[in-house]
């Protein structure tokens, strides 16, 4: 296992994007443009919000402005890269962007998968013990959760990252995707990459499974809890705090899920239809999620609605 006496001259990768399907290239790039400056827009008001109004600053806002700030560099650290794919055909990156995008995006993906579980957390103690709510989740809990989120997001992706970067790419620079996502890249070492997969599958065990059953559990009680309230208009309002999360968390790890979970093998039959599939998939994963998350949340929950209009009409209090 020496190989640091291998020298490979590497320029760059080269990002393929979609350069074997131009045309659908101009209307991706002005769908994805679109989809990102609307998740700018959204989650900027969102932060926006949650911030100027006091109504809002509650725990559950505090980690909602948190995932907005997440959805903003997260979405940063890879669309930009991506309309540029669109616009050039094999744009070559250099081997220390790329790394880094990689490390951003990774760091930013496995935040989200934590934090959406301490939002889990924060309904669970809002709807199965109210009364001690303002002290389980008093400030001195929620800024550590949603640092420590960041911390173990970024940790990952450290352990992850830099075990790709060891790796010795010598023959085939070309990478078959739209930004340097970490699957398509370990594709072109020509080492072997069993220590990478299997650190893999145990980041995914941590990030996606644990959270996941987390989450789950915490809507097994969530829901016993509220289907225990006795009158419907009270078993609607406790669904209503929680249920914009729900549909965030089904939407991500459905997307996550589909596009890691899975093992893939070199070279399948109908290899290409599954490399479209893939790429699609992470798009969605990649553009669509961040702007679906704030629309969801922004349409679902009153409070946020009624802090927008307030936001807008510039309320004016003549008494
Ligand atoms: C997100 O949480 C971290 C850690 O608690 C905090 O330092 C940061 O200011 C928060 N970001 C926003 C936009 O609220």
Same mark, same amino acid.
């Given at each position: 296992m020496d190989r640091s006496n291998q020298t490979c001259p590497l320029v760059g990768f080269v990002l393929l994007g979609l350069s074997a399907h131009p045309r659908l290239e101009k209307t991706f790039f002005v769908l994805i443009l679109s989809m990102y400056l609307v998740t700018l827009l959204g989650n900027g008001v969102l932060i926006l919000v949650t911030t100027l109004d #006091? @109504? /809002? +600053? &509650?725990p559950m806002y505090f980690f909602l402005r948190n995932l907005s700030f997440l959805d903003i560099c997260y979405t940063a650290s890879s669309i930009p890269l991506i309309l540029d794919s669109f616009l050039t055909p094999r744009k070559t990156v250099s081997y220390s962007a790329c790394f880094g995008q990689m490390f951003l995006s990774f760091a930013m993906g496995a935040t989200e998968c934590v934090l959406l579980g301490m939002m889990a957390f924060d309904r669970h103690v809002a709807i199965c013990s109210p009364l001690r709510y303002p002290m389980v989740m008093s400030k001195a809990a929620y800024v550590p959760m949603a640092a420590s989120s960041w911390a173990a997001g970024i940790t990952n992706s450290v352990v992850q990252t830099s075990q790709a970067v060891r790796l010795p790419f010598c023959g085939d620079n070309v990478?078959? +995707?739209? $930004? @340097?996502e970490i699957l398509a890249i370990l594709k /072109? $070492? @020509?080492? *072997?990459i069993s220590i990478n997969i299997i650190s893999m599958a145990v980041a995914n065990v941590i990030f996606l499974g644990v959270p996941v059953l987390f989450i789950f559990f915490s809507y097994v009680f969530i829901i016993a809890t509220i289907l225990r309230i006795p009158s419907a208009e009270g078993r609607k309002k406790a669904f209503s705090t929680c249920s914009a999360h729900l549909t965030v968390v089904v939407i991500f790890y459905g997307t996550i899920l589909f596009m890691y979970g899975k093992p893939k093998s &070199? *070279? #399948? /039959?109908?290899a290409d239809k599954q490399d479209l599939a893939d790429k699609r998939t992470s798009l969605f994963y990649g553009v669509v999620t961040p702007m679906l998350n704030r629309i969801i949340y922004s349409l679902r929950n009153k409070d946020v609605k009624a802090a927008v209009r307030d936001l807008l009409h510039e309320k004016h209090l003549t008494e």
């Open positions: #006091s @109504c /809002l +600053h &509650k990478i078959n +995707h739209f $930004t @340097c /072109l $070492t @020509c080492a *072997d &070199k *070279d #399948s /039959l109908g």
